[in-house]
């Protein structure tokens, strides 16, 4: 299983994507994404039987569980799960499957800096494996801000603990925002220059998420 | 030595509290609303006004109907298997309930012709507006509801996505004004004139 | 449409055999063709004319042109089961009644009468224990009801449907490999047949169902199903011919 | 209380009974069951006790251990209750019923004990916001006929009479003061428990209130008064359980009979503790 | 936060081993008797005073109906979540189902513990449940949500007017409005305080010599009976008890006025 | 009660409310008559509960929220030990009656209680609200651990607002006993009380945002969605602003994908909303 390292050229220096498909197998579709050497494994298990007490009767009801590395779910991680409800909410077809659940668990296994951008990399290339009905495919990118008013895409833990700002997008293939998760302080001209830069990015994952298709494909003679 | 709190009077102010007595009224029938008898005097259940006939009480609050057996309810359908459809009640009567109650409707009470023959997938869908009567209280958690009357049945079939509005054909057919696709469905004649009882 | 990014290296005027990969929220080529027809792995955002319609899942663009009309659809590779009517699918019973509970991998268990076998009446039923294995087609499939399952056709034959009652094993499979062995000119099965003398059943729900005299047998064939999914038709049969040797 | 299923008819008896002062056991609404406590009876406690009346059955031991007084009050010494429902008693006492059971009787006896002050707790302190004596009181229930709450009242009584504290005297001063606990089984204060209260529970049948309520009669009545007396006939603590409602001249007589009755029971136990060997076992 | 560290439960723990500041005061309060000079109490009410109630309703949103009281500094807020469907076991009489809990800040010294939360509860649910017309909900269940933000003496008072009046609004029938009253007694019940505030409410921890005790009564004044009685503390007689039972039931007609004033201006 | 025409519309919102709320906001209008951009009345108290060291309770609209500070000494940790504690927890009182049966429209709310205690703790923590050194006592010994609870009462709209301005405002108005150290052991005077020394505070607004049936380019945005308009629309924009005009938290979870413009006109609206608030604060503060 041969892994296509996929750098970004251009003035975005990320420390490129390695994905691999179908690492769970019990899982309908599910992901592992390595960035640098913070790594997220993702798993779907497509429309099951939902609960009667959270099933709803027009749409399907997407629940997400997000793992850290160590220790008990607390209040970071449950922020984090909704964020990625919230994004499997707008983007899969939910109204297709009525009565039914989508469940999402999301482990962290290690985490070196911008986790929020490699978790929606890993549900994004799971939801695929599982081939879900989505609306478009969604990718993510994360820039820091420092106190010299210098910009840093993909950073790693050092470089976010020095930041003034930390501004996480999550961009459709279009290049417009899905969601956004921004927190240190700053100003409008940062967060749209922020935003410029990820949509400028959109082009580049949606490649990315072809070849992984197409390298799952591929092991198959038509 | 025991308090000697004042024995109440007929109520004189018109404002009534629940256990405040009422004159004793003739026609009990209705004693649900509000009324209540205990040990020989009637008294009233719920606060408010006293009405000028000094029998009934003009409630603050419309008071909870649970629902009897015989009302005509209005609900939503939830989920359909082939032995019962699992509804929620959203209003009894004309008072709207404020949490919806569940309710369930059997495969042999959705038609009064031909019981057996019936179909649930072709009477009910999941969110159309059905109305029915309530057969009784049932032992399990939902009230036990029939649609064998020709007026009870679906009265507004579910919105479609594409906002299409869905028309009754037949008696037993729904058509959609945008893509003409037809469902069946248990309709109900529904005669638009007469507002509700 | 067709100038988008998205196409820049895609050759849209041929492409019946080479591969184009489809993302969700492509849009599909509407100048090509006069009126389209859209299969499985499309979605036309419920009927409004001016064409939002896009593939929503990922997989490999198939076309056919008959007549004036292209078709598209798109193949995927995925293995949880979505029913849809008229499919023939092996289950398992979970549980007895009046109405059976059978588990065909789908989202919601299927119901299949007491009485949906071949000659089946009131007084003489087939005997039906819980972990049987059925195959039949589903009759009913809306995704807002239970699927319903019957082993009976239209005429009231069995024509294969029924318990599969002779010991055999079950392979679980992706969907994709289970519509390659249905189709006539499948490499692997016509390998297999010249070898061995064995029953095979596939579902659509992506189980494969197996009876070979031995034991050693059905162990071969079941490996050679599996593998054949990532190889081509010619280190197909090699593979069958080195399996059948040991 | 574990509650027990009663047909229409039987609640009828039973009230008629009330209301002709004859109860099913032949004893008037007023009497109290007859009980026997025995007290010394667990070797390895500081004190112990157990009561039999008619078939509820409690044993209560009572170990006295040194610990960290409760900071808002540093300079008195501390009782901790802890009341365990076995499934011996009743099959409704298993799991969460038998568990929260024990932890409402545990918390009325700590109420009841922490409000009358009847013990003196500055005697138990040791070094004022530092060490003092905790008593950990352990009651089991082992057969369940009603009235529990006045029995388990009665033993724990009984227990903390019996109980034996070893004297032990404080070396050094300022910071690190030391403990040295005397060995001599024998030189040991006891607690002075003559004003501990005892808990009466009325339960209402019909219009009138019974003392002592069996099984039965718990299960067919509309609410319970629990009562704690001291032996002066003073009222330490009143609770209403259970959804009835009665009238105000019901309850003054149920308040005086309940001082009534419980005086003459904590007399009954100082008699049978005094007279009750020793038994070293 | 650095300092407080990632939770591990659904709550931000705080650090171990902290002190509440009332503990480590450096001057004691000298004069903690109740009664000043001319036989007023500290904030200028007589003995038989009750505090100013102020009562509002209709404040929760998204629920049947709602009441927020508030006795002097005592502030409760209580929720009636209409007769609704039971997971519990099947039973033809109505249930009423009622919880009270403590704002984390409510107290001065610390939270009441979770068991003391569930006794008063189950107080005041027996209270309520007599005076509720439970057969016109059959198999159905009401909850009775109690919120104390802020508890300086006579909490058990407001609870039960508070739930009283969120009944009274929420359309519910009842055979009467349950109202309450606490008062607190000095020994051999020489001088009795209504609706005492939490430091003239007899507790281990304050050490006011003057009160040893404290008395709340629910009673039903249309149908004249006493639905709850709650007594702390040793009173000498079973008279004096008696005496304490007739100042409560005179408080809490006093009350009952109150709240049908409050019902009377809200028609 | 057959249903007849005249009594369609009312029963239109109570059988469909999806429709009946998307068919109003895309026709402009909102359910209690308000503009799109007007924002409901917000009454904010402060100092209310005297058992605790600050309080504050803010109501907007139908969403009311309790706050309280209470101050405790604690020793800090030997990590970090010139910082004192801030423990911020945000719970859903009883009586909101969260768990709500009933399938379509069942009032579970957007926001669990964990998610909201994490975004408001990052918000205070990122805009520097209050400095940590501030707390301490004495360097390595004792020092305070602030337990601020805010508590949701009743949750009608944007609760997460109400809750950032009732816990900047408690904290606000916060005061603590001052404390010396004698021979290892604390000793609180109640008699001088001083406030906390704070700097730029956040202020939060919210926008529920769907997309316009007319025309799908467009995002229509709600400043200050009520519950039901929250629950239909499908998306949620938080953007906090401290006093001073700068960002300092934006959260935006799901909903139609939004350009750069349309989110510079949401920050435009949130900094409108911020000054606002800014005067409520300083007049009740004085």
């Known amino acids: ?118 978790m929606v990399h890993a549900l994004c290339c799971s939801l695929l494996d599982a081939c879900l009905p989505l609306k478009t495919t969604f990718s993510a990118i994360k820039c820091a801000f420092l106190s010299d008013g210098s910009m840093l895409t993909d950073p790693t833990t050092q470089q976010e603990e020095t930041a003034t700002s930390q501004l996480t997008y999550i961009i459709d293939r279009k290049g417009k925002l899905v969601a956004s998760h921004a927190t240190g302080s700053f100003d409008t001209e940062e967060y749209i220059k922020g935003l410029s830069v990820a949509s400028s990015t959109a082009v580049h994952r949606t490649d990315f998420y072809r070849e992984t298709i197409s390298r799952k494909m591929s092991r198959i003679k038509q | 030595m025991a308090v000697t709190s004042k024995d109440t009077p007929l109520t004189s102010t018109p404002f009534v509290l629940p256990g405040d007595k009422l004159p004793p009224n003739s026609d ?105 009567r309530v057969l009784g209280l049932g032992e399990g958690q939902a009230y036990v509801l029939t649609t064998a009357e020709s007026e009870l049945g679906v009265i507004l079939a579910r919105k479609l996505c594409h906002g299409g509005r869905m028309i009754p054909v037949s008696w037993c057919e729904y058509q959609c004004s945008v893509t003409g696709k037809r469902e069946k469905r248990k309709v109900a004649k529904v005669i638009n004139n007469i507002s509700s009882n | 449409m067709l100038t988008s990014p998205a196409y820049k290296h895609v050759l849209y005027a041929s492409m019946v055999d080479s591969k184009v990969i489809v993302l969700p929220g492509d849009a599909i080529p509407l100048a090509v063709g006069n009126d389209i027809k859209l299969g499985p792995g499309t979605y036309s955002g419920g009927g ?174 079941r490996n050679c199903i599996k593998s054949s999914e990532f190889m081509s038709e010619d280190s197909i049969k090699e593979m069958v011919r080195q399996a059948v040797l040991t | 209380m574990a509650d027990r299923i009663l047909s229409d008819f039987e609640i009828s008896y039973i009230k008629q009974g009330v209301l002709a002062d004859m109860r099913s056991d032949g004893r008037s609404c007023r009497d109290y069951r007859s009980f026997e406590l025995r007290s010394g009876i667990v070797s390895n406690t500081s004190g112990s006790a157990e009561i039999k009346l008619e078939r509820t059955n409690i044993l209560v031991g009572v170990k006295a251990e040194i610990g960290q007084p409760n900071p808002l009050n540093p300079n008195k010494g501390r009782i901790e209750f802890f009341v365990d429902c076995s499934a011996l008693a009743s099959p409704k006492f298993e799991g969460r019923r038998g568990e929260d059971l024990g932890r409402n009787l545990a918390h009325r006896l700590s109420d009841l004990y922490e409000n009358s002050n009847c013990i003196d707790l500055e005697s138990l302190s040791i070094i004022p916001g530092q060490d003092c004596w905790i008593i950990y009181v352990d009651a089991l229930v082992l057969e369940y006929s009603g009235g529990v709450l006045d029995c388990l009242s009665i033993a724990v009584k009984g227990a903390l009479a019996n109980t034996k504290i070893p004297k032990l005297t404080v070396i050094g001063e300022g910071e690190e003061q030391e403990i040295e606990i005397s060995d001599n089984p024998f030189d040991s204060t006891s607690i002075d428990t003559n004003n501990v209260p005892v808990f009466v529970s009325l339960s209402l049948i019909g219009n009138q209130f019974i003392v002592d309520a069996s099984h039965e009669e718990e299960a067919c009545s509309l609410c319970q008064l629990s009562v704690g007396v001291n032996h002066k006939g003073s009222i330490c603590s009143i609770l209403k359980e259970g959804a009835g409602s009665f009238k105000h001249r019901q309850y003054n007589e149920a308040i005086s009979l309940a001082s009534e009755i419980g005086v003459s029971v904590i007399e009954k136990i100082t008699l049978t503790n005094n007279t009750a060997p020793e038994k070293m076992l | 936060m650095a300092g407080a560290g990632s939770g591990r439960r659904n709550r931000y723990l705080a650090p171990e081993a902290t002190r509440n500041p009332l503990l480590c005061l450096k001057e004691k309060k000298e004069d903690n008797s109740i009664l000043r000079s001319n036989q007023l109490r500290q904030d200028g009410r007589s003995c038989t005073d009750i505090r100013p109630v102020s009562i509002q309703s209709g404040i929760v949103s998204h629920v049947t109906s709602s009441a927020y009281i508030e006795l002097g500094d005592t502030k409760v807020l209580c929720s009636i979540l209409g007769p609704r469907h039971t997971q519990k076991d099947f039973n033809l009489e109505g249930q009423v189902l009622c919880q009270v809990k403590f704002a984390p800040f409510s107290c001065h010294f610390q939270k009441p513990s979770q068991q003391e939360e569930k006794f008063m509860s189950s107080i005041i649910s027996e209270a309520i449940v007599g005076a509720i017309r439970t057969e016109t909900f059959p198999k159905l269940e009401t909850l009775v949500n109690i919120v104390v933000l802020e508890n300086d003496g006579s909490m058990l008072t407001a609870a039960i007017l508070c739930a009283s009046i969120a009944l009274a609004t929420s359309g519910i029938e009842m055979k009467d409005l349950p109202t309450a009253c606490t008062v607190s007694y000095s020994d051999k019940a020489s001088n009795i305080y209504y609706d005492p505030t939490i430091a003239e409410e007899y507790s281990t921890a304050n050490e006011n010599k003057d009160v040893i005790g404290y008395k709340s009564v629910v009673y039903l004044p249309l149908l004249r009976e006493i639905s709850g009685v709650y007594q702390v503390g040793v009173a000498e007689s079973h008279s004096v008890s008696s005496q304490l039972l007739e100042a409560c039931i005179e408080g809490g007609l006093r009350y009952h006025e109150r709240v049908r004033q409050y019902l009377k201006d809200l028609a | 009660m057959v249903l007849s025409q005249t009594k369609m519309d009312l029963d239109f919102r109570l059988l469909f409310p999806e429709e009946f709320i998307k068919q109003i906001l895309d026709e402009g209008y909102r359910e209690d008559g308000r503009s799109h951009n007007q924002t409901r009345s917000t009454t904010l108290t402060v100092g209310s509960f005297k058992s605790a060291d600050g309080s504050a309770v803010v109501r907007i609209g139908g969403t009311c929220v309790a706050c309280g500070v209470k101050g405790e000494l604690a020793n800090p940790r030997a990590i970090s030990p010139k910082d004192g504690f801030i423990v911020l927890n945000v719970e859903y009182s009883l009586v909101t009656g969260s768990e709500k049966l009933g399938a379509i429209g069942g009032g579970e709310k957007f926001f669990s209680s964990q998610s909201l205690t994490q975004i408001i703790q990052d918000i205070i923590h990122s805009s520097k609200f209050i400095n940590l050194e501030h707390l301490c006592i004495e360097e390595g010994k004792i020092c305070w651990s602030l337990n601020v609870d805010v508590v949701v009462l009743s949750c009608d709209g944007p609760v997460i607002d109400a809750c950032v301005l009732a816990a900047v405002s408690a904290l606000k108005n916060a005061t603590l006993p001052s404390v010396e150290i004698e021979s290892e052991k604390p000793l609180v005077s109640m008699a001088t009380r001083n406030h906390l020394k704070t700097g730029q505070y956040p202020l939060m607004t919210s926008f529920a945002i769907h997309k316009k049936e007319v025309s799908d380019t467009n995002i229509g945005v709600l400043v200050d969605p009520t519950d039901d308009e929250a629950q239909y629309c499908t998306g949620i924009v938080c953007i906090a602003v401290t006093n001073d005009q700068k960002l300092t938290g934006l959260y935006k979870y799901g909903g139609p994908a939004m350009t750069s413009d349309d989110i510079q006109k949401c920050i435009r609206k949130a900094k409108k909303q911020a000054t606002i608030l800014v005067k409520l604060i300083d007049n009740t503060m004085k």
Request: hydrophobic residues 35%.
């Open chain 3, 48 to 221: 409004r004319e001016e064409g939002s319609s896009v593939f929503v899942k990922p997989g490999i663009l198939r076309r056919k042109d008959r007549d004036g009309s292209s078709s598209f659809w798109v193949n995927t590779q995925h293995k949880r089961y979505v029913p849809s009517e008229g499919e023939k699918v092996i289950g398992v019973v979970l549980r007895t009644g009046r109405v059976y509970r059978v588990d065909i991998g789908a989202s919601q268990n299927a119901s299949l009468p007491e009485l949906a076998f071949e000659g089946a009446t009131k007084r003489n039923k087939p005997i039906v224990q819980v972990g049987d294995l059925v195959f039949g087609s589903l009759c009913q499939a809306d995704p807002d009801f239970e699927p319903e399952m019957t082993c009976v056709d239209s005429s009231g034959r069995a024509s294969g449907m029924g318990l599969l009652k002779k010991p055999g094993c079950v392979i679980s499979c992706t969907l994709s490999l289970c519509r390659r062995l249905l189709s006539k000119q499948c490499a692997v099965m016509e390998e297999l047949q010249k070898h061995y003398k064995f029953e095979c059943v596939v579902g659509l729900n992506g189980r494969v169902w197996l009876s070979a005299p031995t034991l050693m047998q059905t162990i071969i064939i």
């Open chain 1, 1 to 118: 299983m041969n892994i296509i390292r996929h750098v970004v050229t251009m003035e975005v220096k990320s420390r490129g994507i390695e994905c691999e498909l179908g690492i769970i197998t019990r899982a309908d579709g599910s992901a592992q994404v390595k960035q640098g050497n913070t790594i997220v494994t993702c798993g779907v298990y497509g429309p099951v039987e939902a609960k009667s007490a959270r099933e709803k009767v027009d749409k399907a009801v997407v629940e997400v569980i997000v793992k850290s590395e160590t220790g008990l779910p607390g209040p970071y991680e449950k922020e984090l799960e909704l964020l990625m409800s919230s994004c499997c909410e707008t983007m899969i077809l939910t109204h297709l499957h009525p009565h039914t659940a989508i469940s999402v668990s999301i482990q962290i296994q290690s985490d070196n800096g911008s986790v929020i951008v490699c």
């Open chain 2, 28 to 132: 009990s029938a209705n004693n649900r609303t509000g009324v209540y008898v205990r040990d020989g005097g009637t008294y009233s259940s719920i606060c408010g006004k006293v009405t000028d006939s000094k029998s009934t009480v003009k409630p603050l609050v419309p008071p909870f109907m649970c629902p009897e057996k015989g009302n005509i309810v209005l609900c939503r359908v939830l989920s359909v298997s082939q032995i019962s459809a699992k509804v929620e009640i959203i209003s009894v009567g004309s008072q709207v309930l404020k949490e919806p109650l569940m309710g369930i409707i059997r495969r042999e009470e959705v038609r009064a012709s031909e019981k057996d023959k019936v179909s649930l997938f072709q009477s009910f869908r999941p969110c159309d507006i059905v109305q029915a």
